[in-house]
Every structure is written in C-alpha cells, then in structure tokens.
C-alpha cells in the first residue's frame, strides 16, 4: 500500500495539481496508512472511519486554486461546475469546513467537496488512486468553473468587487504554454519505437499543463494494431499502461481507454496513424462559454445547434461512452475534416500523423489562442 500511495502521489505532483508536503493521502490496508504523520493524517483516519472508505486525500491545491475556492465557497447561490468530469463523475461538489465531523458529511455520497479554507478533500472506495483521481477532478472543476464565471459576468457586465479582486490575483498566472521539443520521429519501424513515442508524448502532454496526470488517452496505428493507453493509466507513466488492440476487433480492449471507440472511429474515419487527447483548461473554458439564451441551453452538451469554433476548430457535443450522443458518433466526423475538434465541456481530440510532433505544437497552439483570447477579454475589466 506504502507503494500505491507513493505512486497516487507522485502522480498529483508530477501533474502539478498540488505540490509536495501540501496534502495527506491515505489508504485502508492492514492498518490507514498515510503518506505523513501529524494533526492531517489523525484526521484523515477519522474520515475515513466515519465513512468506511478505502482512501482519503485532504490537501491545498497549487496556486490559484485555492483562491478560487474560496471565492466560490462564499457565494451563497454557487452554481455547480458544468465540465465533463464534474457532470460524469463528482455531480456536486460539496462545501464543508474543513472538521472531521464535517468532511465526513460532505463526503456522504460524493467524490470530492471543498472547504472554505482553499483545500480540497475527496475519497477512493478502494485504492489512493481514486482519491486522487478525484481529487484531481474537483481542481480541474474549479479552475474551468471560476474561469467560465469571469468570461460571463465580462460579457453580461456583472463583474463584482469580489470577482474582480479575484481575478485580479489569478489573471497574472495565466500565461502562454511553450511548445516542446518532440525528440522520437517518425516514421516507426517497430512496436516498441510506436510505444516509446507515445510514452514521451503522454508525459511532454502532461508537463506542458495540457492534461492532468490521470486523464487524456492517447493512440498510434502500427502493422494492423491499435495501440492506446489503458483506462485510467496516468499519461506521464504509461510504459507498461499500453494496450495493443488489433483493428479487426479480434480483441484486446478489455482494459484499453473508455474512450476507444472514438479513437477507432478517428483513425478509420480521418485516416490518420493516431490520436492525442487532452484537456487544456482554456479550451474547455472557450467550450463552455456561450453568450446565447437558446431553448436547449440545459442540454447544449448533446444538443448545441450552433456551429461554433474553439481556437481555430470545429466545437462539437458529445458524451462519455456510448449512446446516442457518445464521443465515437460526433468526433470523428468533425476531426476528419479539420484535423481535430473541442468537445464542449470535455476536451481535445487532434488526429495524429506520422509521429506526435505535430499534434503536440498543435493542441499548444489552440490552448494558447484561447489564453491569449481570455486574458484580452478579462483586460478589459479589470
């Protein structure tokens, strides 16, 4: 468990969700294990055996996280967050003090809450990885949440002082990502070359600040087979998280990425060698932000009628798995006549070509539009 811990850790860090000694992450094994000891992990344990949970995180997230959650958690009518991983996983996310007594019932029947204080707490039913995949989520939630609330009061002229003094705290932080330098080219030979490609992509798409460790997915075609990283698999350490899935579905899926079957229907359908997804945070903003009052503003992630562009792409709807309205029916489509496209509230999916160079520079580029189109929108009112 020592090890799954330490792990779970690495990857929050690594992913710069939070940083090193500003969280208590611990799990059930023989005994609750914690990754410190002190005043956090005493009452770490006492949440997790109010609930009876396997894993718990409490912790403060990088900056300027934790000013917007304060902010948030002082408006009385807060709206819940309405990206991607809010609406499938969280649903809600919680406000409690930060006491024992009272993370405990925030947690009753969700992942993650945040307290008043800045911090973040969520649980795992089973493993430290679930804690902090959760918690990871809830950060994500927060930032694309107070983010879409700037570019709405802007729009609407609602900025209030408190909103104002925020983001006048935050806004220096967001500053243009700088392009990598790809080292593995294609075209690959081998196997090993495609995977030893897709592992340096995963980790460069982490470290840019494009994906958090725990989410995004990533494919590349080679001699009939689909290689794609498994679900759930951190992208910055996917050797050994790779699964190879032959094209004429003979099998190998069973632990492959959820969102497989918008990669198989991407690279059939754009005729490309692969596929990087990701989930910039500006370009999720950019997705969420809509100026019209239209009669399916409720259902807009599966029923938007307007034709919309984010950074130079197509906007398209979309939902996790499949159904009518699953990612493996919209997106492939949109990315086969552009290159790629913005899923509303989820993220990005850009075709691949030859190597990961290209779709690296390219999901930097469109992020960056977007950084540079908000931070001229919130110059304007500050």
Do not use: W
């Amino acid at each position: 468990m020592e090890r799954l811990i330490e792990q779970a850790a690495r990857s929050l860090v690594r992913g710069g969700v939070t940083s090193t000694g500003n969280f208590v992450l611990c799990a059930l094994d023989r005994d609750c294990v914690c990754n410190e000891e002190g005043p956090r992990a005493n009452a770490a344990r006492a949440v997790m055996k109010q609930l009876g949970i396997g894993a718990f995180i409490h912790g403060k997230p990088s900056f300027p996280v934790p000013a917007m959650i304060r902010f948030l958690c002082a408006q009385t009518d807060m709206d819940y967050p309405r990206d991607s991983e809010t609406r499938t996983f969280l649903h809600r996310l919680p406000v409690c003090d930060g006491t024992p007594s009272s993370m405990a019932e925030a947690l009753r029947g969700h992942r993650a809450a945040l307290c008043t204080d800045g911090t973040v707490i969520a649980s795992g039913m089973v493993s430290p990885q679930e804690a902090a995949v959760n918690f990871s989520s809830a950060c994500f939630s927060v930032y694309v949440k107070f983010m879409t609330d700037c570019l709405t009061a802007a729009s609407s002229g609602a900025m209030s002082p408190a909103l104002t003094d925020t983001l006048s705290r935050v806004l220096p932080s967001v500053r243009p990502l700088v392009c990598p330098s790809v080292q593995k080219r294609g075209p690959f030979d081998r196997a090993s070359q495609v995977i030893s490609a897709m592992v340096e992509a995963g980790r460069l798409t982490v470290e840019c600040g494009l994906v958090d460790s725990c989410f995004g997915n990533i494919s590349f075609v080679h001699d009939g087979i689909l290689y794609i990283s498994q679900t759930g698999a951190a992208l910055d350490e996917l050797d050994g998280c790779i699964d190879p899935c032959p094209l004429d579905d003979s099998g190998g899926t069973i632990t492959a990425s959820s969102e497989y079957l918008a990669h198989l229907g991407i690279v059939r359908k754009a005729r490309c060698d692969g596929v990087l997804h990701g989930h910039p945070k500006f370009a999720v903003i950019s997705s969420l932000h809509c100026e019209e009052d239209c009669a399916t503003r409720d259902a807009c992630f599966t029923a938007c009628p307007a034709k919309r562009t984010v950074g130079g792409i197509p906007l398209v709807c979309g939902e996790v798995g499949g159904g009518a309205h699953g990612l493996y029916r919209t997106v492939p489509p949109a990315v086969a006549d552009s290159g790629g496209a913005v899923v509303l509230g989820h993220g990005l999916f850009l075709a691949v070509q030859n190597d990961f160079s290209q779709a690296v520079a390219r999901m930097i580029d469109i992020e960056n539009r977007c950084i540079t189109d908000f931070r001229r929108r919130m110059e304007k009112v500050l």
